[in-house]
């Protein structure tokens, strides 16, 4: 059985990240807190990217695409886009 906390954090993260771009986007932010707010960003958007990442990569497997997929971390840096 999936863990439910896993879509639980990847909600929370998702729902941080959007009310962190609605505050920016009021450009009532000071240069530093729209750095720090922007630096949180970038934090959560990478980890949204990991969480797809991760479940694409089960999606596949479950789908049977590949039958000797295994599970791989997912790398930022690595990625092709």
Do not use: W, Y
């Not at 929370?12 to 962190?20: I, N, P, S, V």
């Not at 009021?26 to 934090?43: A, P, T, W």
């Amino acid at each position: 059985m999936p863990k439910k906390t896993s879509s639980i954090n990847f909600e929370k993260t998702l729902a941080e990240l959007e009310q962190l771009v609605q505050t920016m986007e009021k450009g009532d932010l000071s240069l530093e807190e729209s750095l720090k707010h922007f630096e949180r960003g970038i934090v959560l958007t990478k980890s949204c990217q990991q969480a797809l990442s991760e479940a694409e990569q089960k999606v596949s497997i479950l789908l049977g695409k590949d039958e000797n997929a295994k599970l791989e971390p997912f790398n930022p840096d690595n990625n092709e886009e």
